[in-house]
């Protein structure tokens, strides 16, 4: 397991953009997987952008186009950049890495309207 920190969550207005950051312990180069989650209040955890280990990414279909998930290898860093936040963005979102299976412990995301 590699211990995961996110970090950039905070309060926004809609529209505007917010860049979440998750430093891993290890190298996540050789996962598999990575990727975003988000939890809004009441809801069930769900994934809202991945990355697979040859680059390929995948996006939930209301974040197309205003998400974009990378990394930085040498940095061992994954980042969330979200602009046009909408009110329904808001949620806990966590990082996940495939293997080794590790979750970071949650950022906190809201969108004002």
């Known amino acids: 397991q590699v211990q995961l920190v996110e970090s950039g969550g905070g309060l926004v207005q809609a529209g505007g953009s917010l860049r979440l950051s998750c430093a891993a312990s290890g190298s996540i180069f050789d996962s598999e997987f990575v990727g975003w989650f988000r939890q809004g209040t009441g809801l069930t955890r769900e994934l809202v952008a991945g990355m697979t280990r040859e680059g390929h990414t995948n996006y939930k279909d209301s974040v197309k186009g205003r998400f974009t998930i990378s990394r930085d290898s040498a940095k061992n860093t994954m980042y969330l950049q979200m602009n046009s936040l909408k009110p329904e963005d808001t949620g806990v979102y966590y990082c996940?890495?495939?293997?080794?299976?590790?979750w970071g412990q949650g950022t906190q995301v809201t969108v004002s309207s």
């Open positions: 996940y890495v495939a293997n080794p299976l590790s």
